[in-house]
């Protein structure tokens, strides 16, 4: 079983950045891939960036340029730095984790909130 606590949510205006940190426990396994999603009112929940455990990545079209994805290995701990951020952005941020052997984890979410 792991556990991710997601932290960093909140509002904030246009153009103006927050930093969401999701950290993981619990696992006897190591963790492979870890990343963000989010989901908006009505929506489905998206792929905003994911990392690997040697720190490839990968970004939603929408992000790419604006948000950066980074992961400390050693404290099981990924953080999504999000600049230049737009009202569009609004959503809940989940944090993701896959194990090399066993199955995903979700957290519990984080509101991340952008007025224009």
């Known amino acids: 079983q792991v556990q991710l606590v997601e932290s960093g949510g909140g509002l904030v205006q246009a153009g103006g950045s927050l930093r969401l940190a999701c950290a993981a426990s619990?696992?006897?396994?190591?963790?492979?891939?870890m990343g963000w999603y989010r989901q908006a009112p009505g929506k489905q929940r998206d792929l905003v960036a994911t990392?690997?455990?040697?720190?490839?990545?990968t970004y939603a079209d929408s992000v790419k340029g604006r948000f950066t994805i980074s992961r400390d290995n050693a404290k099981n701990t990924v953080y999504l730095q999000m600049n230049s951020l737009k009202p569009e952005d609004t959503a809940v941020y989940y944090c993701?984790?896959?194990?090399?052997?066993?199955?995903?984890?979700w957290g519990q979410g984080t509101q991340v909130t952008v007025s224009s």
């Open positions: 990392i690997t455990s040697d720190s490839r990545t």
């Open positions: 993701k984790a896959d194990l090399f052997v066993g199955p995903f984890y």
């Open positions: 619990g696992s006897r396994f190591s963790i492979n891939t």
